[in-house]
T-cell receptor, first 115, second 111 residues
């Protein structure tokens, strides 16, 4: 595909359920980022991968959040025992290089609603 | 620590008028600065970025921004607004990999 894709686009989960959000980055992009965007707010950094290595997970809000990128391409963000405060749009972005000056290309996001 | 402040959560202009969206940042080292645009139900699209070199940066769709170190600002401008410019705009700063975004400014363009 030409851009970053995310699935599902919309997810409704009952409080306490586990969810898994998928990100397909642009082919060949080394870096992958996850962000959380609450309603009316800017995106908040969650975690960063360089190939398969998770180099920064300082933004993950709790140990219920877990991300992986086992083969250095597709990534999954998993949220265990979802809470209402987890309701947000989860954005994935990828970039070609390792340096922060490279442009990040964003996917359309997954809107998670926890009821 | 780095952070971004966008002054004005909503800006309304008439079609053809000047667009000015304000962004101030704080950073302990020279930052990389970005402006992104977000249309409803879509991801963010890069408008322009400043890394090094010329402080006046030109981007897509006629937008430009000027990095002013003395004012710690990176305001976004466009000489003449178009209806299609109506969207949410985010200023962002990064020093390493964790990009910090402002809260966003919603631009409305009146006919």
């Amino acid at each position: 595909g030409a851009g970053v894709s995310q699935s599902p686009r919309y997810k409704v989960a009952k409080r306490g359920q586990d969810v898994a959000l998928r990100c397909d980055p642009i082919s060949g992009h080394v870096s992958l980022f996850w962000y959380q965007q609450a309603l009316g707010q800017g995106p908040e950094f969650l975690t960063y991968f360089q190939n398969e290595a998770q180099l920064d997970k300082s933004g993950l809000p709790s140990d219920r959040f877990f991300a992986e990128r086992p083969e250095g391409s597709v990534s999954t963000l998993k949220i265990q025992r979802t809470q209402q405060e987890d309701s947000a749009v989860y954005l994935c972005a990828s970039s070609y290089g390792q340096a922060s000056a490279y442009e990040q290309y964003f996917g359309p996001g997954t809107r998670l609603t926890v009821t | 620590a780095q952070s971004v402040t966008q002054l004005g959560s909503h800006v309304s202009v008439s079609e053809g008028a000047l667009v000015l969206l304000r962004c101030n940042y704080s950073s302990s080292v020279p930052p990389y600065l970005f402006w992104y645009v977000q249309y409803p139900n879509q991801g963010l699209q890069l408008l322009l970025k400043y890394t090094t070199g010329a402080t006046l940066v030109k981007g897509i769709n006629g937008f430009e921004a000027e990095f002013k170190k003395s004012e710690t600002s990176f305001h976004l401008t466009k000489p003449s607004a178009h209806m299609s410019d109506a969207a949410e705009y985010f200023c962002a700063v990064t020093q390493r990999v964790d990009m910090r975004f402002g809260a966003g400014t919603r631009l409305t363009v009146k006919p």
